[in-house]
């Protein structure tokens, strides 16, 4: 399995973005994809995890209620709607995807920042 993620980029404080990241390979395999992200100096957190074949998300509480993951699972891609965004959300973002069979597969990230 190989994800790699896309539309990352500079936008204001109170604008939106949305990060797409396009899963290949053995994608029967993956039962849950998610997005990370780490800011400079600072450990990579967890940002949303969504299971590929429904059930339950999770938002880490810093994002709630602004970013919303959702996959579509015809195109193998998962998408982060980021809304209201702010000047602590500029960090790299990434992709990654698992499953029982399958190692931890991780993106190569894509930068967004949000200017103040």
């Known amino acids: 399995v190989q994800v790699v993620e896309s539309g990352g980029g500079l936008v204001q404080a109170g604008g939106s973005l949305r990060l797409s990241c396009a899963a290949s390979?053995?994608?029967?395999?993956?039962?849950?994809m998610g997005w990370y992200r780490q800011a400079p100096g600072k450990e990579r957190e967890l940002v949303a995890r969504?299971?590929?074949?429904?059930?339950?998300?999770i938002y880490a509480d810093s994002v709630k209620g602004r970013f919303t993951v959702s996959v579509d699972n015809a195109k193998n891609t998962m998408y982060l709607e980021m809304n209201n965004l702010k000047f602590e959300d500029t960090a790299v973002y990434y992709c990654?995807?698992?499953?029982?069979?399958?190692?931890?597969?991780w993106g190569q990230g894509t930068q967004v920042t949000v200017s103040s």
């Open positions: 990654y995807a698992d499953g029982p069979y399958i190692l931890p597969t």
């Open positions: 390979g053995t994608t029967f395999n993956i039962n849950a």
């Open positions: 969504i299971p590929k074949g429904g059930g339950s998300v």
